[in-house]
């Protein structure tokens, strides 16, 4: 429920960013709306994570599906389009040196709204930032890095529409090019970051991570082993193992002896390991 919320709370935002951008003739607004799109983007991909089943967001194995990945594209091809739109009314811009049709004054409902905009994305970004470390769930800190990005270009924005109701649209073309340039890399990052759940299909065989798993001394039984990921990128691993009971009291060493030689094997993993009772212990 707080991620659907706070995708509404940004889908507002957005709204009160269309019409402000549409009054002010911005273009600077423009590239923003495109970066607030990106963050809706993250924020949408966390929430279809979030709607996996409870063993599947601890363990965080499970990839998202066909649909997601679609979705991935089709908001690719987006943002490239507005980009290069964006990108060349700002060209024409600062080479024309022709005012925008702008407003000749600052309205007090545009006052009103660029101060809805703000306070908003700044309500958005600190319920995020406290909702992150009491769930302490890691999609959730990506976001907090989007939303941060988002907060202080709509300022630097805002500050470009001053300069539009003087007569100068420098700043506000030079601003969106910049900001276009944060909204392609922001993309990018957020797909490096959900890459590893857009796969479905498991990213090591169950039997390569068994074997890995029984060269550690004490290891009698290994079961339930899943991954998924991409290697050398992100891999996401579960497995059950289940130790002699000589060991006993040792399981965390055995654990830890597990997951340094994943890592030492596949690189970047991150290892839940359920470790069961034997039986008669």
Sequence with gaps: MFLL?????SLLILSVKLAVAWTTRSISLGAIILHTLVTQFSMLLNLLASLKPPEYQRFQVEGHSYPETLLSFGSGIGLGSG??????????QLFSFVPPPIPLQLTPLLWQC????????LFLLAVNIYQAKRKHQRFLGFTNICLVNDLWITALGIL??????????VPDALSALLFG??????????LQWQLPFLVSQTAIAPEALAQIAYSVGGVTLCTNIASKG??????????????HPGVLGYESVIAERIENAL????????VTIQISTPPHS
């Design 160 to 169: 470009c529409i001053f300069f539009l109701v003087q007569g100068n649209p």
């Design 263 to 270: 890592k030492e094997r596949y690189g970047i993993v991150s």
């Design 83 to 92: 980009t290069i739109y964006l990108g060349s009314m700002a060209t024409t």
């Design 181 to 190: 340039i944060v909204s392609g890399i922001d993309f990018w990052l957020v």
């Design 114 to 121: 660029l101060g809805v905009i703000f306070l908003s994305q």
């Design 5 to 9: 919320g706070i995708l509404w709370l």
């Design 230 to 243: 991409i290697i050398g990128r992100s891999v996401y691993i579960k497995m059950t193992i289940m130790i």
